[in-house]
């Protein structure tokens, strides 16, 4: 079984919660309503509100799917996002993610980046490191020239918790 939808758009913050509505409308009807449904519109919250933020052109780009697992009930859960982005916000990119991806304590890094965001206006990561903590996906990085592509997956056991 394999379901999943891809928007191409104009960078536009408002488009966002949009997004965010229809993903957990649909997956409530998929899976179940619940924590899996709720992850799903956060992520997709999270990674499309970056995508959108550090765009440098006019084409952001979402994938949200779920596929069959090798197990029976199981799928594998993905958000995915793609843009251009200058060259600094390239490098503060990978630079979190490898440190949220890495981190032995994501609920700790997160406390840790909003205490610091306090101090800062730009680019606090948090919203990557919210997805870290508060859920069970995984963060993946794919960074080609001036294109960068963030994927966020998990395999979850359907219908009957995690």
């Not at 913050?13 to 997956?27: E, H, K, P, T």
């Not at 294109?147 to 056991?157: F, H, K, L, P």
């Amino acid at each position: 079984m394999l379901t999943s939808f891809d928007l191409t758009f104009a960078p536009n913050l408002r488009i966002v919660s949009v997004v965010r509505r229809f993903v957990l409308a649909l997956y409530e009807r998929l899976i179940e309503p619940g924590d899996v449904s709720a992850q799903m519109a956060l992520v997709t919250h999270e990674l499309l509100e970056n995508a959108v933020k550090y765009s440098s052109d006019e084409s952001t780009f979402i994938r949200v799917s779920m596929a069959s697992g090798r197990e029976p009930a199981r799928y594998v859960l993905t958000v995915q996002t793609r843009n251009r982005a200058r060259p600094d916000d390239l490098v503060n990119a990978e630079r979190l993610i490898r440190r949220v991806r890495d981190t032995e304590d994501p609920a700790m890094l997160y406390q840790e980046l909003i205490a610091a965001s306090v101090e800062s206006s730009v680019g606090s990561g948090l919203g990557i490191a919210r997805i870290r903590a508060e859920t069970d996906m995984q963060i993946g990085l794919t960074i080609e020239g001036d294109q960068i592509e963030i994927v966020a997956e998990t395999s979850r056991r359907v219908g009957g918790g995690a």
